[in-house]
């Protein structure tokens, strides 16, 4: 059992093999990066946001957007590693309870900082990549402020990216979100392209 203000051993046992991945990366692949792919990233994505948990009861699943960007501060021929940024949006349906308005809504928005390594899968012409790290979280519903739940969290997620050109990438990904304050968590599926700058 763990305190509202510590992160799930789930997450931490998560943490600690991201961060041997990055080491090991870094000690075994030498040589320089792909030509034309930078170390700075860009990326977006459109999933579809499953609410778990009891505090989630209420509130419908939807649709989410996001805006990522990153650096690599480790980037060899088969391996990259670094810090990614990044800010996510969705807008969910909630029942009328208090309020007035025949259809509320609660907008959420999830603003990220954590780490991301990828190995380049040459033959399949692809890149696997887990990234994980922390989020605050801030909900609004002007109508159904009951519903609103703002706090903080960590993120944990994966993905298989496939190259259509020398710069950019697309492909599936899974992400969680669990909420350090309750039992809410989010799960995202959906699809993300990424340009490397």
Known sequence: MTSAGEPPRTFRAHGLALGLLLFCGACRVPGPP???RGREWLSVFAASVDRRGSDAD???????FALEGGYD???TT?????FEIGVSWSRHDVP???GTDE????SVARYQLGGRAGLDLTPLNAVLYVNGGIY???????DEPDFEQNGRGNYLGGGLDFWYDSTGRMGPFVRAYDFADSDLTEVMVGLAATFSL
Do not use: I
């Open 78 to 82: 088969r391996v990259r590693a670094g």
């Open 103 to 106: 259809n509320p809504k609660l």
């Open 96 to 98: 009328v309870t208090t």
């Open 34 to 36: 792909p030509e034309g």
């Open 136 to 142: 605050v979280r801030n909900e609004n519903s002007n």
């Open 73 to 75: 501060v480790l980037a």
């Open 58 to 64: 209420q509130v419908d699943d939807s649709a989410a």
